[in-house]
């Protein structure tokens, strides 16, 4: 078998204003969708970060991936990716995930490997996870992504609060029964999301494990602070995400939060995105939990490599998540379900998408009590509905937005002299 055909869909879907440390959101969020056709009749689909560089960055690895059998994935990393030289520095926490140089040619090889395991499942006649050596559990359960955010069309309102975020996380678990809850933090000062925990906490109880997420909004002293303040809501299931730039200020927050007795792990999707930053992560106990993710890790076999990393290393595993459509949570759903030691329910951007902007034949993956179940289809599953891929390309030709920047969109909305400042707090 060989690859005929690599076609490029760029596509831009609604996004709602949610807020970050990173800013806020654009109206509308790029993505592309990869097909990869081959001599033999079977095509395969994939869906990546989106905009100019992306899109360049695919279009240059054209010449590797036409001609090549779509079963060959790892001499096709080795071409693309090289080997990982440990060379530079991931804790650039000023970059937007997605775009760091370094892990550059893994979310290129990404989206074609994805593609390719479409493509061999379909040939095979099984699923994509099963594919990946078999899934260990059938129904893959993800968090619900709770987002400080402005009013917009979307259903939840303005979120600026501790009450509004519960109530947007009651919406947000009747529609789809989320069981575990992640808030993305370093938004607001730091007593009132740790009142946003607690008030989540009070109205869904122990049971449900929470996580916190500032993306590196707050200092070494201030995470201790918040570490302590949230040691029980914590604990349990729950993580601390990146609370603090760089793995030398995880290894302090975690050293200060043991001694007070406190074993609340750190999690980290911006410290540690490559190979080559784990055994650093690891020497420092800098993070305990690995959060992966197919996009920029390398694709769904880098992520299983990860997980058998974690393992050795008695790292926890979870997964990161940017906006997507069903094609991306897809393929995360694969993965997660061949993973034995990805024991957190995964992070999903998925309900702040619409029905509208869905690619997928069919509409919206669905969700049962708070998981995708694995249907017994070939490949990831999935087949695109080409009115929609059409639908997101005008829309992407129609506006000028080619990079993500919520650093502008919070200039132009909300406060014309913001600045992204690490840590604020
Ligand atoms: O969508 O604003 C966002 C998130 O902050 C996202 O960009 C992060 O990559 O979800 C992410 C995270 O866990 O850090
Ligand atoms: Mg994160």
């Known amino acids: 078998m060989k690859i005929s055909a690599l076609k490029l869909h760029p596509i831009a879907i609604a996004d709602p204003p949610l807020r970050s440390s990173y800013g806020l959101h654009a109206p509308f969020a790029l993505r592309t969708i990869v097909e990869i056709e081959t001599d033999e009749g079977i095509s395969g689909v994939a ?31 080795q071409l693309m990716c090289g080997k ?15 775009e760091n140089p370094l892990d550059q040619n893994n979310r290129t090889f990404a989206a074609i490997e994805i593609a390719c395991l479409d493509i061999i499942g379909k040939a095979v006649g099984k699923p994509v996870c099963d594919v990946l050596g078999g899934r260990v559990r059938d129904r893959v359960p993800f968090s619900a992504y709770l987002f400080y955010k402005h009013g917009g069309e979307d259903e939840y309102g303005e979120v600026l609060d501790a009450a509004a975020a519960v109530r947007e996380c009651r919406q947000m678990i009747a529609q789809y029964g989320f069981q575990e809850i992640k808030l993305k933090g370093g938004v607001l000062p730091p007593d009132e999301e740790i009142a946003t925990i607690q008030a989540l906490r009070a ?62 792990p750190l999690a980290s999707n911006v410290a540690v995105t490559r190979f080559s930053d784990v055994p650093k992560a690891r020497a420092l106990d800098a993070v305990q939990i690995v959060l992966s993710d197919p996009h920029y890790w390398g694709g769904l076999r880098q992520v299983q490599s990860l997980a058998q990393v974690c393992e050795v290393l008695g790292m926890g595993l979870s997964m990161h998540s940017n906006s997507h459509l069903g094609v991306s949570l897809m393929a995360m759903t694969h993965v997660a379900a061949a993973s034995p030691n990805l024991t957190f329910a995964c992070d ?38 080409y009115d929609q891929v059409a639908r997101g390309r005008e829309r992407y030709a129609a506006i000028p937005l080619r990079k993500r920047d919520d650093e502008a969109e919070m200039r132009k909305h909300v406060d014309s002299e913001w600045k992204r400042v690490l840590p604020r707090w």
């Open 348 to 385: 999903t951007h998925y309900p702040w998408q619409t029905a509208q902007d869905e690619v997928v034949e069919g509409g919206r993956v669905p969700f049962v009590n708070g998981a995708v179940v694995i249907q017994e289809k070939p490949g990831l599953g999935v087949t695109l509905d």
């Open 203 to 264: 109205e869904f109880g122990a049971k449900v494990p929470l996580r916190i997420d500032p993306n590196c909004a707050w200092s070494v002293a201030t995470s201790v602070r918040v570490g302590q303040s949230l040691a029980d809501e914590l604990s349990d299931g729950g993580y601390l995400e990146d609370p603090c730039p760089g793995l030398e200020g995880m290894a302090e927050v975690r050293k200060r939060l043991l001694a007070l007795g406190l074993e609340t």
């Open 47 to 77: 869906e990546t970060y989106g905009g100019d560089a992306p899109l360049a960055a695919l279009e240059a690895a054209r010449a590797q991936v036409l001609g090549r059998d779509p079963f060959q994935l790892a001499s096709l990393h």
């Open 84 to 98: 990982d030289s440990g060379a530079g520095d991931s804790t650039q926490t000023w970059l937007v995930p997605g």
